[in-house]
């Protein structure tokens, strides 16, 4: 009896709270969008951490972003625009030898795409965004010897993926 009522409980909480959220996963990412009105949403995407090691470097890096969505047309519709703000985040640390480097990324940005709707819960999605890119990285050796470098330039985003309404 008591597992009947947490799983009655569980689900109807689920059904509940997630009429208006979407899971999805795009190129080395994942994402959560929930709907703050009918037009609106938010999103909170993590790229997946990244790791490479190869011939005595090793590096690993992450991402996040949030953004703020507003689609022109209604979710039953086959082809669904939208276009909204975002902010990205990311940070990648390294080394070689007695070398380390760390560098983070701050990447504001408008971003338009469009929802391809398969049926009432999966979609599949291409965006694109442009923002500025500020990249600051830092390096040092065992020495002591260090340097650092900030970098102003344009940064582009693409993301496919697809995306499964809960219910």
Do not use: C
Request: glycine share 12%; no cysteine; charged share 15%.
């Amino acid at each position: 009896m008591r597992k009947f009522l947490l799983a009655t409980t569980i689900l109807a909480t689920l059904s509940s709270a997630s009429a208006a959220q979407k899971i999805g996963a795009y190129l080395f990412g994942v994402q959560f969008e929930r709907d703050t009105t009918a037009t609106d949403s938010t999103r909170l995407g993590l790229g997946l951490p990244l790791a490479v090691a190869v011939d005595g470097v090793s590096m690993i890096g992450v991402s996040g972003d949030y953004s703020w969505l507003r689609h022109t047309a209604p979710a039953r519709q086959d082809v669904q625009p939208y276009y909204g703000v975002g902010l990205g985040l990311s940070a990648a640390f390294g080394g070689s030898g007695d070398v380390s480097v760390a560098a983070f990324s701050m990447y504001p940005n408008v971003l338009g795409g469009l929802n391809f709707n398969l049926d009432d819960r999966l979609s599949l999605f291409t965006e694109l965004s442009v923002g500025p890119r500020v990249t600051t990285a830092y390096a040092t050796d065992s020495q002591g010897n260090s340097a650092s470098e900030t970098r102003f330039d344009r940064g582009y985003g693409l993301r496919l993926g697809v995306n499964y309404t809960l219910r």
